[in-house]
């Protein structure tokens, strides 16, 4: 053992939230195809697809190589691919097997895919911008034209419609985000059965956030959800109330290594290991760095190396500390391996894949 | 190549930087002993040394661990270490033949120390609070009677005093910045003088950030600066009055992956590449996620993996751009490797040292 700060798993948790998310999914009969860039880990990616996930999603080309070489054949990249270097890397995963589908938002875009010139063509998604505001298009101002336009484009196949309902982490309560998830999978029935009026086939209708996952996945005519962070969820998820703390798979185990003043402890856990992230996309609702496990204290501040906390009847030196971490998906991709309740130690294999 | 993103070093600019601080060191008759938390490179650390370092400063034992295989003797832990598995750790280290320094601010961390028992005893630096409230005693409120203490513990051996100015980082000019380093250096000459009157022999007065090495250096009575940034400098740095744009040795070269919307470029350098970063220690100056290279255009957001860029005339998809980041210490830690100027590509050695 080397010691705090470390990252810990508690399995029994992590299955819970695995197979309730797989339910789900089967109970309505649609799809789920986990975003896998919440855990970075093969060990888990095999839990998701045994509970019977469809495949994979992941962020970038790095983290398909991992995952591909870990045995999981069914990926799709969320992400628009842009440049040479990653057309290669596209092509050889596609040649070594790999049942590949893709992202696309912009005619440069997909003519780059189209230009590999693929036997049987590439299997393409287009992103649907349902009130992120990041990327995609929008239904009715450029989407039908954009699909049009993809369909007679040679070496690809157009599979279907995909957003994420990332704004419902701007949401201060479930109902709100709920809201949202409702518009999120309307939006895309609706962008599908305007493409399908014009004879245009759409199989896919790939919705999901995790705080969306179930409102939007109970939309009729939506046929997968995508959620990634399910797996651990995280102090953000508990605010907007998605999870509870039993819900809470993931911690950041700490010590306290100063109690300079009365008011004041300081832990080993700093913005190295639990990351800055205060909500996403203009959500808040977290107070501090992360959720202790005593209410009268507060994680008011972190340093790379140090966390500052307030409050009255501070813990003393050498007291290990839990931390419920604001966004879990930030402190995997700091960790190199994580300890699991099992006695196991997984290594973070797709951590540090950037690109 | 795989693509972008990727962090980008110019070696003559990072070459400029460590001769720069290295000269002002020499010029004055100080110590410079870089914190290499900021690189976590052996390539970087030994161009330290070969500038004339008298060792290297480090925040966890992960750090002194690669460092000191790669051949880099003298050693300080500036960081209170606690329990066990780091004792185990320092006293590995010290079998090893690693000069090894440590930080104390705590009787119950200097008396695990003292517990190991080393012969000849563990070299101790005692933690000054200058007023960022984070770790450390307070001089009149303390201080003293620790190290009155402290020198009477078997088998250790106080060596002097060492402080962080880190509150620079709020500070709004380099006016203010410079009364910091000098408020920094002042109080700890200060306070070794009131030991000294007591008997008590003060070796090492040892303080320094990047934006406070020069001012706090300069007061006569302080022995060695301790910067860590300054192998780079970054956006803070500039916003600060620190350093100046053609200072900036790294930056993170990112590809426009996406052009959704007019005044919307999206590119593929995100938070798990730029870190969420504005500023340290309730700092700002900074406006946005980081510096582009056309002033009329702005990162207002980031997502774990897309970077928002709004503004007039931006650029098209394909089109790469380079990033000066808000802060360059994250950023390396979050990177596997760097690419260099000189066609070389570094591994971040300590990187994913975790403690």
């Not at 896919?204 to 179930?214: L, M």
Request: proline letters at 4%; a neutral charge.
């Amino acid at each position: 053992m080397l010691g705090t700060p470390y990252v810990y798993i508690d399995y029994e948790k992590l299955k819970t939230n695995i197979t309730g998310m797989a339910a789900f999914a089967s109970r309505l009969g649609i799809k789920l195809r986990p975003h896998i860039k919440a855990h970075k880990m093969p060990e888990i990616a095999h839990m998701q697809m045994a509970a019977g996930a469809a495949g994979i999603t992941v962020a970038k080309l790095g983290e398909a190589e991992v995952m591909f070489s870990a045995g999981i054949k069914d990926i799709l990249i969320a992400y628009p691919l842009i440049g040479e270097a990653k057309m290669q890397r596209v092509r050889r995963l596609l040649a070594q097997g790999c049942n590949l589908s893709l992202l696309v938002d912009s005619e440069a875009g997909a003519r780059m895919l189209a230009d590999l010139a693929i036997p049987g063509g590439i299997d393409l998604l287009v992103k649907v911008d349902c009130g992120l505001e990041r990327c995609g298009l929008l239904p009715g101002q450029g989407l039908e034209e954009f699909v049009r336009w993809l369909v007679g484009l040679k070496n690809v196949n157009f599979k279907g419609l995909l957003t994420h309902g990332g704004h419902a982490y701007a949401c201060s309560n479930y109902a709100q985000v709920q809201a949202v998830g409702r518009g999120e999978g309307e939006l895309m029935v609706e962008a599908a059965a305007s493409l399908r009026k014009k004879g245009i086939a759409v199989e896919q209708v790939s919705i999901g956030s995790t705080p969306t996952a179930r409102s939007g996945g109970s939309v009729a005519g939506v046929t997968e959800i995508r959620p990634g962070n399910y797996v651990f969820n995280d102090a953000t998820q508990i605010a907007l109330g998605v999870a509870g703390e039993e819900c809470c798979s993931l911690k950041v185990r700490s010590t306290v290594v100063s109690r300079p003043a009365p008011n004041r402890a300081v832990i080993d856990a700093g913005a190295k290991v639990l990351a800055l992230d205060q909500g996403a996309h203009g959500g808040g609702g977290v107070s501090g760095f992360g959720l202790l496990e005593n209410p009268a204290w507060t994680l008011t501040r972190l340093s790379e190396e140090h966390g500052i906390i307030e409050g009255s009847s501070l813990p003393e030196i050498g007291r290990e500390l839990d931390i419920i971490p604001n966004h879990a998906c930030p402190v995997i991709n700091l960790a190199t391996t994580v300890q699991v309740s099992t006695g196991e130690i997984w290594k973070v294999a797709a951590r540090g894949e950037v690109r």
